[in-house]
């Protein structure tokens, strides 16, 4: 059954609502009341039923600290993840900078829940290799709670060593040093030679056979955070906007018209911008920070040099927003590049607006034919606000802010627990789940986990098929609007109580 067909079961369908005796008494809290009905039933948390009331929010995954492993090409940094996590999940080769990508696993260590993040190595042969060096480091260092420094006891500490522990000692992260392939006495004595570097206590290791790991891990449990802090929101603090798209699609063009001034570098050959780049611009009478990103040229991990670095930092930025412009070339077909940077803006759980740059390039004739296109080729997409304009000349860059308030309004937006209830108590009424091995999943409550994204959570005596999920956003997008932004929707399952 394709998500466009409605869902009419014929075994199991609920009773019709009763109309409410008392005029005061809302049609939603019949519809909810008959939805609670057999709740007893179930097995329910204090929690579960505190949620139903709309008292606390449901439970969420709560963020666990990072630790990231830094270091030369070829000192093991790889080898030691997997010693970390059990599992060869990262590659590893004696070639050096085999790592590119920026990959975060789950690891356990003394019953401490953490994120372990291995990056890639600083290539030795490329142009400009203290800017190369400074970018892998302070994206690793940026985005973890503490550093697992990693140098090669064998050869000891190396210029860049030296210029990693600068970039260490101005973020002021906590760190802990492993000197690896130490197998020995021997050594044990090389590893202690690695004071010198001033980051204190060098740990000992082999990644390779397991030695010494123990009291690394220890040490470096010790200094990852117990407890996040809460990122407190400044209302009047500026919204955070973010360009991304692929090279040369007018990312740069369209932040300088909208600051009104030429406030970052554009030239013809793509990929002029490296780093992202924070500016504080007023639009409409009102202050925004926008975020101009190098462009996404293909796969992270094909990537190399200066453009693996850009693509590290971009992924950053659009974590660091809020709003996502996703720009795109009218003047061209998408491209696999155009659908990779907007699931990754969609993964990321931002906002999201698509903007056509371009458009006075397309002929008035050929202008209604691309619409239809691009309707074909984003139709799964159709919630996202699209707005046609020329960065280089300003034209239609005042439908910008009416887009992107609509797509922030409505990743902000909650629905209250007794509205959606209310709203699945008429949809599941109208259209049940489908009856699946002789059995049809009934979905006994919903409450709004959070928002920025939205993320609901459903109660259910069943597995819900995925189509039936995207069903209910679509529906939930039919009812409450949610334009310009994801949703997430998670299904808990509760069996009925056990009669004694």
Same mark, same amino acid.
């Given at each position: 059954?394709?998500?466009?067909?409605?869902?009419?079961?014929?075994?199991?369908?609920?009773?019709?609502v009763?109309?409410?005796?008392? &005029?005061?008494?809302?049609?939603?809290?019949?519809?909810?009341?008959?939805?609670?009905a057999?709740l007893?039933?179930y097995?329910? =948390? +204090?929690?579960?039923?505190?949620?139903?009331?709309g008292e606390?929010?449901?439970? =969420?995954?709560?963020?666990?600290p990072?630790?990231?492993?830094v270091g030369?090409?070829?000192?093991?940094k790889s080898?030691?993840?997997?010693r970390? !996590?059990?599992?060869?999940? +990262?590659?590893?080769?004696?070639?050096?900078?085999?790592?590119?990508? @920026?990959?975060?696993?789950? +690891?356990?260590?003394?019953g401490v829940?953490f994120m372990?993040?291995d990056?890639?190595?600083w290539e030795a042969?490329?142009?400009?290799?203290?800017?190369?060096?400074?970018?892998?480091?302070?994206?690793? /260092?940026d985005?973890?709670?503490?550093? *697992?420094?990693?140098?090669?006891a064998?050869?000891g500490?190396?210029?860049s060593?030296?210029k990693?522990v600068?970039?260490?000692?101005?973020?002021?992260?906590?760190v802990?040093?492993?000197?690896?392939?130490v197998?020995g006495?021997?050594?044990?004595?090389?590893a202690?030679?690695?004071?010198? #570097?001033? #980051?204190?206590?060098p740990?000992?290791?082999?990644?390779?056979?397991?030695?010494?790991t123990?009291?690394?891990l220890?040490?470096?449990?010790?200094? *990852?955070?117990?407890?996040?802090?809460?990122?407190?929101?400044?209302?009047?603090? &500026?919204?955070?906007?973010?360009?991304?798209? @692929?090279?040369?699609?007018?990312k740069?063009?369209l932040l300088?018209?909208?600051?009104?001034e030429?406030?970052?570098?554009v030239?013809?050959t793509?990929?002029? %911008?490296?780093?992202?780049?924070?500016?504080k611009?007023? /639009?409409?009478g009102?202050?925004?920070?926008?975020?101009? %990103?190098?462009g996404?040229? @293909?796969?992270?991990?094909m %990537?190399?040099?200066?453009d693996?670095?850009?693509?590290?930092?971009?992924?950053?930025?659009?974590?660091?927003a809020?709003?996502?412009?996703?720009?795109?070339?009218a003047s061209?077909p998408l491209?696999?590049?155009?659908?990779?940077?907007?699931?990754?803006?969609?993964?990321?759980g931002? +906002?999201?607006?698509?903007v056509?740059?371009? $458009?006075?390039?397309?002929?008035?004739?050929e202008?209604f034919?691309?619409?239809?296109? !691009?309707?074909?080729?984003?139709v799964?997409?159709?919630?996202a606000?699209?707005?046609?304009l020329?960065?280089? =000349?300003? $034209?239609?860059?005042?439908?910008?802010? &009416?887009a /992107?308030?609509?797509?922030?309004?409505?990743?902000?937006? @909650?629905?209250?627990?007794?509205?959606?209830?209310?709203?699945?108590?008429?949809?599941v009424?109208?259209h049940?789940?489908?009856?699946?091995?002789g059995?049809?999943?009934?979905?006994?409550?919903?409450?709004?986990?959070?928002?920025?994204?939205?993320?609901f959570?459903?109660?259910?005596?069943?597995?819900?098929? &995925?189509t039936?999920?995207?069903? /209910?956003?679509?529906?939930?997008?039919?009812?409450?609007?949610?334009e310009?932004?994801?949703?997430?929707?998670?299904?808990?399952?509760r069996e009925?109580?056990?009669?004694?």
């Amino acid at each position: 059954m394709s998500d466009d067909q409605e869902y009419r079961g014929v075994d199991d369908v609920p009773a019709p609502v009763a109309v409410p005796s008392d &005029p005061e008494e809302s049609l939603d809290e019949v519809r909810e009341a008959a939805l609670r009905a057999g709740l007893e039933e179930y097995d329910l =948390t +204090a929690e579960d039923l505190a949620a139903l009331a709309g008292e606390v929010p449901v439970e =969420t995954e709560s963020a666990l600290p990072t630790l990231a492993v830094v270091g030369r090409p070829n000192v093991g940094k790889s080898t030691l993840v997997n010693r970390i !996590i059990g599992k060869r999940l +990262a590659v590893v080769e004696d070639t050096p900078g085999v790592t590119r990508d @920026r990959v975060s696993y789950p +690891a356990e260590w003394a019953g401490v829940d953490f994120m372990l993040m291995d990056t890639g190595g600083w290539e030795a042969k490329v142009q400009g290799l203290d800017l190369s060096v400074a970018q892998q480091a302070e994206v690793a /260092i940026d985005m973890a709670d503490a550093i *697992l420094f990693v140098v090669d006891a064998t050869v000891g500490a190396t210029a860049s060593d030296e210029k990693v522990v600068k970039l260490l000692r101005r973020s002021g992260k906590p760190v802990v040093l492993a000197a690896n392939k130490v197998d020995g006495p021997q050594g044990e004595l090389e590893a202690a030679a690695l004071w010198n #570097l001033g #980051l204190g206590e060098p740990y000992p290791v082999s990644a390779l056979h397991g030695r010494g790991t123990g009291d690394l891990l220890d040490a470096a449990i010790a200094i *990852l955070p117990t407890e996040l802090p809460e990122v407190e929101v400044d209302p009047d603090a &500026p919204r955070r906007i973010a360009l991304v798209g @692929r090279p040369n699609v007018g990312k740069s063009s369209l932040l300088n018209q909208l600051a009104g001034e030429r406030r970052v570098v554009v030239d013809e050959t793509a990929g002029t %911008t490296r780093d992202p780049v924070d500016e504080k611009v007023e /639009i409409a009478g009102r202050s925004w920070t926008l975020v101009d %990103t190098a462009g996404i040229r @293909r796969r992270v991990h094909m %990537t190399k040099g200066a453009d693996f670095y850009a693509s590290l930092r971009t992924g950053a930025a659009i974590e660091r927003a809020e709003v996502a412009l996703v720009l795109l070339d009218a003047s061209g077909p998408l491209t696999d590049q155009d659908t990779r940077v907007i699931s990754q803006v969609i993964e990321a759980g931002r +906002a999201l607006v698509l903007v056509f740059n371009k $458009w006075d390039l397309v002929g008035e004739d050929e202008r209604f034919l691309l619409d239809r296109s !691009i309707e074909k080729d984003l139709v799964q997409l159709s919630w996202a606000p699209r707005v046609n304009l020329s960065a280089r =000349t300003g $034209w239609h860059t005042n439908r910008l802010v &009416p887009a /992107i308030d609509l797509a922030l309004g409505s990743w902000d937006q @909650r629905i209250s627990t007794g509205r959606l209830n209310s709203f699945l108590g008429e949809l599941v009424a109208e259209h049940p789940h489908p009856v699946r091995s002789g059995k049809q999943p009934k979905i006994l409550f919903a409450t709004q986990a959070s928002a920025r994204p939205p993320r609901f959570v459903i109660f259910s005596s069943g597995f819900l098929d &995925p189509t039936y999920r995207r069903f /209910i956003e679509r529906r939930l997008r039919e009812n409450f609007g949610f334009e310009g932004t994801p949703i997430q929707i998670s299904v808990r399952v509760r069996e009925k109580r056990k009669r004694r």
